[in-house]
């Protein structure tokens, strides 16, 4: 086992952008002056995630879902394991945090999709309700992924922040992806662009 490439750049800028775009789109989310950050910071969150749903398909190796979307019987073999602090160790992401991840891709469309509408004065006061629910939602989640994110560092040893930068895990030699796919990184950048421009305008 040593340090191998695992998350490729998509990955990476994917999930630091919706990291701060949900950030930004929570604190704003009151507020009436700040209601285009709002809007862009949502645009941010439901553009990174479609675009993520697609890498899951097409993407590198670990980045796929057919990689980490695993049955019932793995999810609660690993939660087995970690109740016992002694985790199975996945070079990828581990089935828990599998299922946590697709939650969190899609209440961020339905988020922003949500957004989208009431932005654009479709639905009335039950879109708002339930575009406040869906975020409420994603909050609860994203404080589940939190947790799971660093109890996991801490009983597998292994600092999983860290590797979200770099890209590098433990692992096989064998698992390693072969490119950490630049252009596909670039190709993000232009449609976040993209669908940034024509969601808000
Ligand atoms: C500061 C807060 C956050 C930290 C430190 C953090 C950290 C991480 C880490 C370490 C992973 C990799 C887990 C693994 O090794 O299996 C991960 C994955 C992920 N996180 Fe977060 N996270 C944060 C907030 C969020 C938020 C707010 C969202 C969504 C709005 C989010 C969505 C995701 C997604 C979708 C993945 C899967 C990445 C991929 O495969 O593309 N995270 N996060």
Known sequence: MQKIL????????GHWLMVGGFVIAWLTSESESFRLLH??????????????????LFGTRHARFSSFVRG???VLAYLGSLLSLQPRHHTG??????WAILALLILGVLTG???WAIYNELGGHWLEELH???AATMLAVVLVHLAGVFSGSVLHGENLVRAMFTGRKTGETDEAIASPRP?????????LVAAGWWLTR
């Open 6 to 13: 695992v998350w490729d750049w998509p990955v990476r800028i």
């Open 39 to 56: 809007v862009w910071a949502g645009s941010a969150v439901i553009s990174v995630a479609a675009f993520r749903l697609i890498w899951g």
């Open 72 to 74: 019932p019987g793995a």
């Open 93 to 98: 992401h581990n089935p828990a945090g599998g």
């Open 113 to 115: 999709a949500s957004g």
């Open 132 to 134: 406040e629910g869906l």
């Open 183 to 191: 252009l596909a990184a670039v190709v993000l950048l232009v449609w």
